[in-house]
């Protein structure tokens, strides 16, 4: 029996982004496949796929603080650089290590970046949001050692000093960001314009920046995070996490 109280074309939307999705987070990992398809398709995007001369990469899972880290890199600065940020794909970074293009690999505690995810992305189920975060990070164990590794929680209280880690690390000599509520508040005004430029009003779902309305999104989700089908998964991505926070502590 069909139920017509659902409209046919939403449920055909929803498994289609599903769908989406699900190959998405799997071709990505892989440089000669994905990211041939990702230059075409941001041609015109400045600093977002890694090219021979690109300065340095900011990349991690979505949710991870890349817009943050990103804009404040930039307002740090003063002068353009040349970057690679917000492909949220590991081949991104595995090809900016076959480069030799330093980079900055984000990580989030999981149940954190998967829930704000499913958020910003209402299609997406946690058991494939929490498949997705596993596999980005999976296919960048072999190249841990070679690129810089920053926790969400440092990103977002101290990002002067990630940046000055990777200076040691790298040789580089770029400027620090001053960690004060100001400038905080500069990026969060800044990465509200570019979520009213990109979507014609303030998307309180997929802006970049702590939002009240989406904490209270977080509570409901979290039982649906730790229901106990998904025990297995979860412990495996916390597996992954670990190792890479372990890598993040020795640097």
Known sequence: MIDSSQPKGGSVSTAVCRGRQW????????PLVYLPFARLRYR??????????????????????????AAAFDMAQGRPIKTAHHLHSSAQVLEAVRLGVPVLLLIRDPKDSVISHVI????????????????????LLPVVDRVLVADFSRVSTDFGAVIRDFNV????????FDHTEENVARCFDAIEERNRARFGTLVEGKVARPSQERSAR???LLAQFEAPALAPMREHAFEVYRAFVAVSSES
């Open 44 to 69: 015109r995007v400045q600093n977002r796929i890694v090219e021979a001369d690109t300065e340095l990469v900011i990349e991690g899972f979505q949710r991870s603080g890349n817009t943050f880290a």
């Open 169 to 176: 690390r790298y040789g580089t000599g770029y400027k620090e």
């Open 23 to 30: 190959v998405r987070s799997r071709v990505s990992a892989w």
């Open 218 to 220: 977080k509570a409901e």
């Open 120 to 139: 910003r992305e209402p299609c997406v189920t946690m058991r494939q949001s929490i498949g997705a975060w596993t596999h980005f990070y999976e296919r």
